[in-house]
């Protein structure tokens, strides 16, 4: 059951432009959207997270927004350059009392930004 | 900064074998989790852990097994490998009450 949906597989951006990534949910009990960058031989890195409270978030070029009605979210890599050229990964995870918190994970996106 | 190593980058095993991943994290974190990467299905955990001794399956649990006998170190058994098991094979780790997980380097596990 694929509970965090993510599109599209890969995008190919040339540089300065756009990037723009989504995601979907079925769990309203989620509560924490986070965003994780891999490069090649790397593990994941948080890239930047939003919890439903609010509807933006903005760090650098890089924006998550929200939309909880729709129950999805999406990552924008402002004037993209070869160095965010990676996997992009969303998640979420719910609050669960007395164990740890886990993450479910979109499937990837595979991003190439060219010159 | 928080630095959460894995045994081996590269591992290749016989069908049938069992094999060990170790993963040790230096930032006393209380949760370690194990997931493996596989093209086109992103992330899925196997087991995590959220104290010394303490573990609990995840999406994907048969086949594998874990062992937490320290805190800081978090091990994935393989009880006996199999083709399918071939995969990226990620550890992570987490402070108790926060959500971001800090993740190792990978292992890529293949079996032949």
């Known amino acids: 059951q694929q509970q965090v949906k993510q599109s599209p597989q890969s995008l190919i951006v040339q540089k300065g432009g756009i990037s723009i990534i989504n995601c979907a949910y079925e769990?309203?009990?989620?509560?924490?959207f986070p965003w994780y960058q891999q490069f090649p031989g790397k593990g994941p890195a948080l890239l930047i997270a939003?919890?439903?409270?609010?509807s933006e978030k903005k760090e650098g070029r890089f924006t998550i927004s929200f939309n909880k009605s729709a129950k999805q979210f999406s990552l924008h890599i402002m004037d993209s350059q070869p160095g965010d050229s990676a996997t992009y990964f969303c998640?979420?995870?719910?609050?669960?009392?007395?164990?740890?918190?886990?993450?479910?994970f979109g499937t990837g996106t595979r991003l190439q930004v060219t010159l | 900064d928080v630095k959460v190593t894995q045994s081996s980058r590269y591992l290749v095993k016989r069908t049938g074998e069992k094999v060990f991943l170790e993963c040790v994290q230096d930032?006393?974190?209380?949760?370690m989790f194990w997931y493996r990467q596989d093209p086109g299905l992103g992330l899925r955990l196997i087991y995590f852990?959220?104290?010394?001794?303490?573990?609990e399956k995840g999406d994907i649990p048969e086949g594998y097994s874990v062992s937490r006998e320290k805190k800081e170190r978090f091990s994935l058994i393989l009880e006996s490998a199999s083709t399918n098991q071939t995969s990226m094979y990620l550890c992570?780790?987490?402070?108790?009450?926060?959500?971001?997980?800090?993740f190792g380097p990978g292992t890529r596990l293949t079996v032949t």
């Open positions: 992570a780790s987490s402070s108790w009450g926060r959500d971001e997980q800090y």
């Open positions: 998640a979420a995870s719910m609050d669960s009392a007395g164990t740890a918190s886990k993450l479910t």
């Open positions: 769990n309203t009990a989620f509560d924490y």
């Open positions: 939003i919890r439903p409270d609010v």
């Open positions: 930032m006393d974190h209380e949760n």
């Open positions: 852990s959220y104290d010394v001794k303490m573990k």
